[in-house]
């Protein structure tokens, strides 16, 4: 059950991210998306729900590796 909800918890952020990369693909050949005015405002928004989402994604496996000894010396805890 614990794999099943870390598994929905990483799919939100990657979902969020895709839809970030979708908002930006979209300004590029200029198609405004409803509910935002500015072609500029849609790839800002993109933007910072690519970054956000992959932000959290490497977060989260790097915070699972550290736990498990799997990093360089230089980015493992110090006692």
Known sequence: MSRII?????????????????LMRDMTFGILQPPIP?????????????????????GFIFYRDRKRNKVQKRFSKSK
């Open 38 to 58: 500015f072609l500029a405002l849609q790839f800002i928004i993109g933007l910072i729900l690519f970054l956000g989402g992959l932000a959290f994604v490497a």
């Open 6 to 22: 870390a598994l929905i918890i990483m799919v939100i952020p990657g979902m969020l991210a895709a839809y970030g990369i979708k």
